[in-house]
Nanobody, 123 residues
């Protein structure tokens, strides 16, 4: 069993920054791709970013490319999402997840999820 716990969300003005953290416990996520998704009210859960284990390859949604940075620390069983130049449209609940199989960009490919952390960006 894997438990994922996100933290670091909050209220920030447009143009500001936040750093989200995801702590894993139980069976570790070493060797697994880890991803971040977000879900705004009334919308589907969308891919934000993913990072591989083997070579640290990074993947980003077009909407966050150049503003967000995903990273991981396998010694701490943690994955992070640095979010800069935040926009009101970034407002959502952000989830970290462990990849199981298939596309990195679809939520159905991930089998463990955290409870989410709210990010609100005011204009």
């Amino acid at each position: 069993q894997v438990q994922l716990v996100e933290s670091g969300g909050g209220l920030v003005q447009a143009g500001g920054s936040l750093r989200l953290s995801c702590a894993a416990s139980g069976r570790t996520f070493n060797s697994h791709v880890m991803g971040w998704f977000r879900q705004a009210p009334g919308k589907e859960r969308d891919f934000v970013a993913a990072i591989t284990w083997t070579d640290g390859t990074l993947h980003y949604a077009d909407s966050v490319e150049g503003r967000f940075t995903i990273s991981r620390d396998n010694t701490k069983n943690a994955v992070y999402l640095q979010m800069n130049s935040l926009k009101p449209e970034d407002t959502a609940v952000y989830y970290c997840a462990r990849h199981l199989a298939g596309s990195y960009f679809t939520s159905s490919s991930y089998n463990y999820w955290g409870q989410g952390t709210q990010v609100t960006v005011s204009s």
